[in-house]
């Protein structure tokens, strides 16, 4: 890190707040937090334009101050407003805001969008990442959604199908460790399932018991990332296991197969293999065919594209993997991890690295330049 670089640009970037509004104390404050986060950084993603990244990362700080400190503000304001304290109502309405932000006046995409904004807690960012969209995209459908149901009477709620999507989003983000959101969705799922008899809903609730079995495995004492098949299975939760296999047993001898039943099923086939090697893999391509079938999605045929390399050999896997648009978020972590067991180092190393350049969060971009570097060290003996 060039300490002596950022105390040059820091005077510039603090003029350019104040310029654009920003007090000056609320600039410094901005500037030094930017600084912070440029020392922790930059080491491993050093930016083309020093100054232009500072000076965007200040501003966001400051706009984030600001913001917090309206808010509390305007919580001050309403003290005086309260009524008196007295005994609070024991019902919890989240997921019935869920359902009625799943307002029928919305497409279902614009519906799941607004909710995750508004209820969830997600960013626009996150979102947008969850759909595959650029920020900006993203950012317009949820400002439509808005100006749709604005002077819209919330009287009739959305359908199941949405408020499974929002949930299911949810709780991936909460799962990837970003926000810590995967219990509250496992909460509100259940109740959904309590609330309503549909194989669907217990298929999610099965999928995210699954799941959530394996977070304690996931990463490792310095936070690092462990892959499924180097996890230490005796840390998964079994109760969460079984609980999860019974409910999704029960929902597939309905005979009404969806998305979340085929997904669960997934995650229940690597739960029952005592070790990575045992894994069923054949089972797991077919499942994966199920699942293309039910949504034609991009991201369940990357993922089955593994699975072919792992019950066919990674040449399978690879030309499977070849129908694809390279351009399909984790697509190159795919690649590198194919050709790596196709024995091609050279363009496994370099596709991790590159893998590592696109990950979305700090912790998978440090993982897939470990890899990167363990393939580059093998070569260099």
């Known amino acids: 890190m060039d300490e002596v670089l950022l105390r040059s640009l820091t005077p510039s970037v603090l003029t350019v707040l104040v310029r654009r509004g ?228 029960a929902a597939l001898a309905r005979d009404r197969l969806g998305e979340f039943q085929a997904q669960a099923a997934i995650a229940a086939l690597h739960a029952d293999a005592p070790t990575a090697e045992e894994t069923d893999w054949v089972q797991i391509v077919e499942w994966y065919d199920e699942l293309a079938r039910l949504t034609d999605s991009p991201v369940v045929r990357l993922n089955r594209a593994v699975a072919v390399g792992e019950a066919d050999g990674p040449r399978a896997g690879l030309a499977a993997l070849a129908a694809l648009d390279t351009s399909l978020p984790r697509h190159a972590a795919v690649a590198a991890y194919l050709h790596e067991r196709d024995g091609d180092l050279p363009t496994a190393a370099r596709l991790y690295a590159e893998a590592a350049h696109k990950a979305p969060n700090l912790a998978e971009r440090a993982h897939l330049t470990r890899q990167a570097a363990r393939l580059n060290a093998r070569r260099g003996r």
């Open 22 to 249: 920003a007090d000056f104390a609320a600039a410094e404050d901005a500037v030094q937090d930017a600084l912070v986060e440029a020392v922790r950084v930059w080491p491993a993603d050093p930016p083309r334009d020093a100054k232009g990244w500072l000076i965007t990362a200040a501003w966001r700080k400051f706009l984030d101050a600001t913001r917090a400190d309206t808010a509390r503000r305007r919580r001050e304001d309403l003290v005086d407003e309260e009524p008196a304290p007295g005994p609070a109502p024991a019902a919890d309405d989240t997921l019935q805001l869920y359902f009625l932000c799943a307002h029928p006046s919305l497409t279902p995409a614009s519906a799941v969008a607004l909710t995750l904004r508004a209820v969830g807690g997600l960013t626009t960012r996150q979102i947008a990442e969850a759909y595959l969209v650029p920020e900006a995209t993203m950012a317009q459908r949820i400002s439509r959604a808005k100006r749709t149901v604005s002077g819209v009477r919330f009287d009739r709620p959305g359908d199941v199908a949405t408020v499974l999507r929002v949930l299911y989003l949810v709780f991936n983000e909460g799962y990837s460790g970003d926000v810590d959101l995967a219990a509250e969705a496992i909460r509100l799922t259940r109740q959904l399932a309590a609330a309503i008899d549909h194989p669907e809903v217990a298929g999610l609730l099965a999928l995210m018991l699954l799941h959530h079995a394996r977070r304690a495995a996931r990463t490792a004492p310095d936070g690092s990332l462990v892959p499924l098949a180097e996890q230490d299975r005796g840390r998964w939760d079994t109760a969460s296991i079984a609980e999860g296999v019974v409910i999704l047993q």
